[in-house]
């Protein structure tokens, strides 16, 4: 089965669901194990997308400082998957 992109508000949704679950007034406890291990999943997923589009958002950042500066139009780097900064040049 082929990777899917990562649906950042779905697994949000899903974490917050899962808070709101612990926040009730009846928890079972081996349920809340299972819950517990699936936010636990969700925020690390959450939070590794979070620093690859920091990462992405600094390339950027400085592909146009570069320019600003007099640089010269950087060239993508191709072993970079996520990196699309020449996704519209000619």
Same mark, same amino acid.
Do not use: C, W
């Given at each position: 089965m082929p990777n899917q992109p990562f649906k950042f508000e779905q697994a949000l949704k899903e974490l917050e669901d899962i808070t709101q679950w612990?926040?009730?007034?009846?928890?079972d406890l081996d349920q809340g194990?299972?819950?517990? %291990?699936?936010?636990? !999943?969700?925020?690390? #997923?959450?939070?590794?997308? +979070?620093? $690859?589009? %920091?990462?992405?958002? !600094?390339?950027?950042? #400085?592909?146009?400082?570069? +320019?600003? $500066?007099?640089?010269?139009?950087?060239v993508p780097d191709l072993a970079d998957p996520d990196d699309q900064t020449g996704l519209f040049t000619g």
């Open positions: 612990f926040e009730s007034t009846d928890v194990l299972v819950k517990f %291990e699936r936010g636990m !999943e969700l925020a690390s #997923q959450l939070k590794s997308h +979070l620093t $690859s589009v %920091e990462n992405r958002v !600094e390339k950027i950042k #400085q592909k146009f400082d570069g +320019l600003a $500066s007099g640089g010269s139009t950087p």
